[in-house]
């Protein structure tokens, strides 16, 4: 139980090209999913916080304007890099809170790569 | 800077022995912990967790320890096996949870055959 999935796995773009990642958790239902992203042998960073129907939380230096986050249903929210630069390669990652237990489970992330 | 913080970068172990991993936290409101293994190129996968109304709780062949007077968090692995290798990470977070975490720096466990 608590699977949670990510598509694409891989994306490599051009840059100022727009990237939508999705992530949906499989066999439960999620009102809070979270989006991080991680450099290469670095930790996990919070970007943003993404609750079903409002408007997502993020962290501190995030642009909400260049990830746009949405959150429209309890098992699927879309993170989407816009006009997207080699700076934003990275590996993107999102979990999906189970609320019984307050959780949080991981996709297997989606590695971005802008040229 | 960073909420949470590792002790060791890598840690080596011989295989059957067993492996403690060290976290270090600094904010004193956080009330739930979790460690994370993640293997090189995938999402990090759910251990063990504790609040803080605890100071220890065991799994299949883990044990976490919470400190809260030293705010030092451990992850105890019994009888490592190859399939232990990866990176391991503390996070902690608040409000039972309902908030996003904040990761530790990661410590390499590599399992020596």
């Known amino acids: 139980g608590a699977v949670v999935s990510q598509h694409p796995s891989r994306v490599i773009c051009k840059s100022g090209t727009s990237v939508k990642i999705e992530c949906r958790s499989l066999?439960?239902?999620?009102?809070?999913m979270f989006w991080y992203r991680q450099f290469p042998k670095k930790s996990l960073m919070l970007m943003a916080t993404?609750?079903?129907?409002?408007?997502?939380?993020?962290e501190q230096g995030v642009e909400k304007d260049k990830f746009l986050i949405n959150h429209a249903s309890l098992t699927l929210s879309t993170l989407t890099v816009t006009s997207a630069h080699p700076e934003d390669s990275s590996f993107y990652i999102c979990?999906?809170?189970?609320?019984?237990?307050?959780?949080?489970?991981f996709g297997p992330g989606t590695r971005l790569t802008v040229l | 800077g960073e909420s949470v913080g590792l002790h060791l970068p890598t840690l080596s172990v011989q295989e059957g022995d067993n492996s403690i991993i060290n976290c270090a936290y600094s904010n004193s409101a956080s009330d739930y912990f979790i460690w994370y293994k993640q293997e090189s190129g995938k999402g990090p996968q759910f251990i063990i967790d504790?609040?803080?109304?605890?100071d220890k709780r065991q799994g299949q062949r883990v044990t976490v320890l919470l400190n809260k007077t030293v705010k030092h968090l451990s992850l105890q692995i019994a009888a490592t096996q190859p399939g232990d290798s990866a990176v391991y990470f503390c996070a902690e977070t608040r409000r039972g949870g309902a908030d996003g975490l904040t990761f530790g720096k990661g410590t390499h466990l590599i399992i020596q055959p």
């Open positions: 993404s609750n079903e129907g409002s408007k997502a939380t993020y």
């Open positions: 066999d439960f239902q999620a009102t809070t």
């Open positions: 504790i609040r803080s109304n605890m």
């Open positions: 979990s999906a809170r189970l609320s019984l237990t307050d959780t949080q489970y």
